[in-house]
């Protein structure tokens, strides 16, 4: 492998990409702790906790995204992050609001998703029920 001074990083979504760039530096939170990664680190895996991951661009831009729980493969100088939810904040202060009201909304929104799939199988169920004593 050859030296690197900076490492294409892409954070998945399941429905989208959250960032796709150069990075010279990754800090995130695995579940035995947090560890930082530079271009030329060893290729590895790991399962990532919810947490706060930190970039630092080419520019010396810090970007911070707070995700959710996940997957980070590193090959080469290639690094792929992904994560069931995660948001992109301007700063740690603001990151807090946004992941509060972020996974709020998904989770409220999953909650409903969970209740109408819920009265749709009982009310398979009960057509069917209905179809087998019509039957009788």
Avoid: C, Y
């Avoid at 892409?10 to 990664?37: D, E, M, Y």
């Avoid at 906790?49 to 010396?60: A, G, I, K, N």
């Amino acid at each position: 492998m050859s030296m690197a001074s900076d490492m294409l990083v892409t954070l998945h979504l399941p429905t989208r990409t959250l960032f796709a760039g150069r990075a010279k530096q990754l800090f995130a939170v695995a579940q035995n702790g947090s560890f930082g990664i530079l271009p030329n680190h060893i290729d590895f895996v790991t399962a990532l906790v919810p947490s706060v991951l930190t970039l630092r661009t080419p520019e010396d831009e810090e970007l911070v995204f707070g995700i959710d729980e996940g997957m980070l493969v590193k090959k080469g100088h290639v690094v792929d992050v992904a994560v069931r939810r995660g948001v992109w904040g301007d700063d740690l202060n603001t990151l807090r609001v946004t992941v509060r009201e972020t996974f709020v909304e998904m989770d409220e929104n999953e909650r409903v998703a969970r209740s109408a799939l819920s009265r749709l199988e009982a009310n398979m169920v009960r057509r069917f029920a209905e179809l087998r004593g019509a039957k009788t």
